[in-house]
């Protein structure tokens, strides 16, 4: 049960288990690679990128944690049906906007769960660590934006549900495709500055990628 947000975000960072243990190792990671983006590079020196990193790593927090509700290998499945991963993929069925969607559900997803439970969750594991490093930002904000996509279709008539959450959250995902995050204070920002630096010289396949 939620109590408010400074007691829960306590909870969550002090929580025992190792997922715990890697939010900490990305958190001192991406503080560090933040801070050493701040004293080698002038330009990144600004409000606008320091808050460009805040945004990315709160919303890889998010993802992050909405990840611990479905660990492998249960997703995690109650004996009643409730509360896993297989029940919100059940919600799916019944609540989706289009039937096509809600088929798709029902007649390929749910038959092969254990196909595509894994997938589900080495998505939203891999759209954190992007986020929160700031690592390939843009391919993050992809696979975020179409799994928010997914969601809020997926969930559109659920009486539960409030779905401009889910339109909200791909609008965010969807503005960290276009304007690439971890250029701020992130991994990228450190890649894109050593791959300027010998543009002249590369390969053209290089500078492509």
């Known amino acids: 049960m939620r109590v408010n947000p400074f007691v829960d975000a306590f909870k969550f960072l002090f929580h025992s288990g190792w997922p715990t243990l890697v939010f900490w190792l990305l958190m001192v990671a991406s503080i560090a690679v933040a801070i050493l983006n701040f004293r080698r ?15 990315r790593f709160f919303i890889g927090a998010m993802w992050w944690e909405q990840s611990l509700w479905k660990l492998p290998p249960t997703y995690p499945d109650q004996p009643d049906g409730s509360g896993g991963l297989r029940y919100w993929m059940g919600e799916m069925v019944k609540n989706a906007a289009f039937p096509i969607h809600s088929d798709l559900v029902k007649n390929v ?15 939203e594991v891999l759209i954190a660590i992007s986020l929160i490093l700031g690592l390939f930002s843009r391919l993050g904000g992809l696979l975020g934006t179409l799994l ?14 409030w779905p401009w959450t889910y339109f909200f959250l791909a609008m965010i995902q969807i503005m960290f495709l276009v304007y690439a995050p971890g250029r701020s204070l992130g991994v990228d920002a450190m890649l894109i500055s050593r ?13 492509l990628l």
């Not at 590079?41 to 808050?51: F, H, N, Y």
């Not at 997803?109 to 998505?123: D, K, R, W």
């Not at 791959?195 to 500078?207: F, L, N, Q």
């Open 41 to 55: 590079d002038p330009k990144q020196r600004s409000a606008v990128k320091i808050w460009n990193w805040l945004a």
């Open 109 to 123: 997803v749910l038959p092969h769960f254990q196909l595509f439970a894994p997938q589900v969750y080495l998505g």
């Open 148 to 161: 928010a996509i997914n969601l809020w279709l997926g969930l559109y008539r659920a009486p539960s549900e």
């Open 195 to 207: 791959e300027r630096a010998g543009m002249a010289t590369s390969p053209w396949w290089k500078r």
